[in-house]
């Protein structure tokens, strides 16, 4: 199995298993045994289940946090970024709806470091985000009336709750719902 293919299998097998048992009740041992791979093939890549517990929700952050950027830098007027920054969140987080389960359960069983390692790299992408909103408001096109950390938290508890009511098999793709999150959002802001 090459590197890539046993991290990956670990971390698909620890998301089922988390996800089913919940990460403190999930052992390494069932990790490696659904993995199909040895303890030490995944000690080589995660050195606790705490390591595995943070990069199920780096994978996914990180991922953001680049498509953030590559908007950020693009040619599209302020309006055009927040509007593909909101859809892209959200696709994204619909994408990785079960990951995103287990973390936001599990979150509180990290380590001190890995919770401070997690608040800062997501602190790191709310200040990015939040620049969007910023340009808009010098622009003269979104509310100042508001705190600016209101109108972020305002936005993130829709998409943070996603696992608790979106399914892949209703009536909406995450497409439609991602723009009707974004609508309802942008409207809330305009001027």
């Known amino acids: 199995m090459k590197s890539f293919d ?12 988390f996800a089913l ?4 009740s999930t052992s390494v041992q ?14 080589h890549y995660f050195r606790s289940k705490d390591d595995l517990l943070f ?3 780096e994978q996914l952050l990180t991922l953001q946090s680049e498509h953030l950027r590559a908007i950020i830098a693009s040619d599209l ?13 959200i696709e994204t987080s619909v994408d990785s709806l079960q990951e995103l389960t287990v973390f ?6 990290l380590s001190e470091d890995r919770r401070k390692d997690v608040t800062q790299r997501r602190r790191a992408y709310n200040d990015e985000f939040a620049s969007l909103i910023e340009s808009g408001r010098r622009e003269g ?5 508001i705190p600016r950390a209101v109108l972020i938290a305002h936005f993130f508890s829709d998409v943070h709750y996603l696992s608790t009511w979106f399914s892949p098999d209703g009536p909406e793709d ?8 974004t609508d309802l959002f942008i409207r809330s802001i305009a001027v």
């Open 21 to 24: 048992h919940g990460f403190g």
């Open 55 to 57: 990069a199920i929700y």
């Open 6 to 17: 046993v991290q990956e299998s670990v971390i698909s097998a620890a998301v089922e298993l």
């Open 104 to 109: 936001f359960q599990s979150a509180h069983l």
């Open 77 to 89: 007027s302020t309006a055009d970024k927040l509007r593909a920054a909101c859809i892209d969140v």
């Open 30 to 43: 069932q990790v490696v045994e659904a993995a199909g791979v040895t303890k030490g093939a995944m000690y």
């Open 174 to 181: 995450k497409t439609l719902v991602a723009e009707q999150l």
């Open 141 to 145: 096109i979104y509310r100042s009336d």
